[in-house]
């Protein structure tokens, strides 16, 4: 295990762009359908479906009650929405049908009725705390006659500690796993559920700061724990998952790794199996506490956090150094989201300044109704096409915040 005190005297780099929408706050951001839309989701139980070329709202819609904890995609047509109100549903929501509608943005005021789309799903799940769903694709059986590909949720159970397993579109809950640690553990904080080769795997981290590793045995339908560490002081925060060898879905457990970030200052890289103990490969202490809604890039080079104190942290997924600053908001920033990149084009981890290219002035452009940023909103031609394909090759770093942008 190594350890590092992170230290930082670049200047911060400032937005590109703003997307003012919401009157609440901003709980969670996603990018889908290629990089063409961005997903975001307020504590009103808000979602905007973006538009990446034209920085301009497609479709606005009231999906929970409550606030929004996470979002998804599923396929090219449908949208996970998981709220405090105890529910996690799917939208039908085709590009094709975007202008059926409304486009108009809570904070323009009021609370009238939005058109919602199709539901195909709902499911009712525990959301006594703040932690959101994670979802991973089933492995595909040759033999099945079912046209749409299965996917698997994972949410806090109802028992403390536990985690509740269910398929959709069955619509069935396929496991109950227990806490991989007897004792007081805490509430579930954060979830990934993913694939290693063929076999199912789960990564939880704890209200006490205890993060774990259990992997389903086939053969007897039973959870063991692969590797469990503790190496937080306060509550995990969040989750992401990274391959020393890409890509990610064709890794060896041996090439899999996985950061943790917390209320503490701590961030730390482990595996997803004991190597020589129970320790975290490396630690690094950032000075800065509270980062959360961490968020890796796809190519696993580098990943970033959203800090209580309004910044956002970009950092080299191998060495946990620091690499950039970005700076904006005046308040707590709760949602980070990459766009997916090809395996081309890789940001140097010495980089400085803006994240997204250069232009713009300190306060980014302007995205809100009545405005267009990169051209008429679905502009085509030519011209619209190199400009959606600039848009869409753009390594994007997506940051929602407390102050509702």
């Known amino acids: ?64 009650g409550k606030a929004v904890l996470g979002l998804g995609a599923w396929g090219g047509d449908k949208i996970l929405t998981h709220g405090r109100d105890g529910t996690l549903k799917v939208w039908q929501v085709r ?42 694709d089933a492995p595909v059986v040759p033999t099945s006659i079912q046209s749409t590909q299965e996917v698997l949720i994972a949410v806090p159970g109802t028992r403390e500690g536990h985690v509740d397993i269910f398929s959709l579109p069955s619509e069935r809950r396929l496991h109950s796993i227990p806490p991989a640690e007897e004792g007081k553990t805490g509430m579930v904080m954060a979830i990934r559920i993913l694939y290693i080769n063929t076999s199912l795997h789960v990564i939880v ?9 259990q992997k389903l045995n086939p053969h007897s339908d039973t959870w063991e724990t692969t590797y469990i560490s503790k190496p937080h002081t306060q509550p995990i925060l969040s989750l992401g998952v990274i391959s020393t060898t890409h890509p990610l879905a064709t890794a060896a457990a041996s090439d899999i790794r996985y950061l943790t970030s ?91 300044g803006r994240m997204c290219g250069e232009g713009g002035d300190g306060d980014g452009g302007e995205g809100e109704v009545g405005e267009t940023l990169g051209g008429m909103r679905g502009g085509g031609g030519i011209v619209g096409r190199k400009r959606e394909g600039k848009a869409l090759e753009t390594h994007w770093l997506a940051a929602g915040s407390k102050d509702g942008k």
């Open 1 to 64: 295990m190594t350890s590092s005190i992170q230290t930082s005297t670049r200047p911060p780099a400032q937005p590109l762009y703003i997307l003012r929408g919401h009157r609440a706050q901003v709980h969670v951001v996603k990018f889908v359908r290629g990089n063409k839309r961005l997903l975001s989701g307020d504590a009103d139980g808000f979602i905007i479906i973006w538009d990446i070329v034209s920085k301009r709202a497609r479709v606005v819609w009231r999906a929970h």
């Open 95 to 136: 590009e094709g049908e975007e202008d059926m509608f409304s486009n108009a943005l809570p904070v323009e005021g009021g609370m009238g009725h939005w058109k919602e789309p199709w539901l195909l799903h709902s499911l009712h799940v525990n959301t006594l705390n703040f932690c959101a769903f994670s979802m991973c």
């Open 205 to 213: 981290g704890t209200e006490s700061g205890l993060t774990s590793v």
């Open 262 to 352: 917390s209320a503490d200052a701590l961030i730390t890289l482990n595996p997803v199996q004991k190597i020589d103990g129970n320790e975290p490969l490396k630690i690094c202490q950032t000075r800065h506490s509270g980062q959360q809604a961490l968020s890796v890039r796809s190519d696993g080079r580098i990943f970033a956090t959203g800090g209580w104190d309004g910044r956002v942290r970009v950092y080299s997924a191998k060495s946990l150094r620091e690499v950039a600053v970005l700076k904006w908001h005046k308040e707590g920033v709760y949602g980070i989201a990459f766009s997916a990149i090809g395996e081309g084009e890789l940001v140097q981890e010495g980089m400085e």
